[in-house]
């Protein structure tokens, strides 16, 4: 069954940077369809039909990042607005309201207006030399804003007006990065990039808990984690890992990880990845590639280049967790 996906490029428009929308085939092929130009998209999720965009710096007076809207056909392209902040690399949309956290300002920002700045530093330097918030999601009854400060090591969690409502930590020096939630939204699972790690916090209507963290069985020095993603069909977890370059796997029973193995997932600095069905498209930043891998056996179909790949999505869905 044919796909079409988006991948975000992230180099200037006079390299390719941009958004491509592609088919994917059934062998693992990735066909290019159309192309939007754009400069350093860093990351863009879907909803109510229209596609939401981080550009990392677009305006020649400023160092703050942007972002815009448009149809999942490109058309109706809004303006690009202002994150304050730099460095935007999260969004999460939803209900009319639009949240970026800015990774180089520590803050997290709803449409554009509204301003929640966040204090302190880690343990682990230079790396948690400050805040740095790192990624922004509605909960499962879209009541509550969570965001993962990995410089604070901490899931912040706030209402939909950023008033705060409790936070949790993950180990000191850890650097908690994106979380994803299970399918009956009683846990959350999130991953930390400086310790390659999954940690699982129990979910009560706004409060989380931290309750076990698992290591990943790295091998090779200074790795970092990325992305991580919950299959409710099959109660599985993935996360990528850079350095490693592989792909990790666990069993979910309960809030329990299993670990289940791991592979590599063909290209260098896997950013991200999404699941699609029976695959596993894997944005490889270092390698400027995209790889397609049999969601199963966790091997490599198929591949295609791309400019600093950072994101894969549905054409038409949603892709905050």
Known sequence: MMEEILILSCADEADGGGIYRCRLGDEGTVTPLSYLPCPKPMYAVMDGGRLHV???????????????????????????????????????VGGGDVYVTNYLSGNLVRNGRDVVTHHGRGVNLPRQDMPHTHFAA?????????????????????????????RAKVPDGYGVRHLTFSADGRYFFAVNELVPSVSTFAWDDGRATC????????????????????DETESKLYISVRGEDKIFVFDIDEGHLTPRGSAPCGG??????????????????????????????????????????????????????
């Open 138 to 166: 509605l909960s499962p009854d879209r009541q509550y804003v969570l965001s993962c400060d990995l410089g604070r090591d901490t899931v912040f969690v706030y209402d939909r007006d950023l008033h705060e409502i409790s």
């Open 268 to 321: 260098r600095g896997p950013r991200d990845f999404a699941l699609f069905g029976d695959k596993i498209v894997c944005t490889n930043e270092n390698s400027d590639s995209v790889t397609v891998l049999d969601k199963e056996r966790l091997r490599v179909l198929g591949s295609g280049t791309f400019p600093a790949p950072l994101c894969v999505l549905k054409a038409g869905d949603t892709h905050e967790f």
């Open 211 to 230: 309750i076990g963290t698992v290591q990943l069985a790295c091998t090779v020095p200074g790795a970092t984690a990325a992305a991580i993603r919950y």
């Open 54 to 92: 981080l550009l990392r710096a677009p305006f020649p007076d400023s160092e703050n990042s942007g972002y815009f809207s448009c149809l999942s056909d490109f058309s109706e392209r809004t303006e690009v607005r202002d994150t304050l902040g730099k460095c935007a690399c999260h969004l999460a």
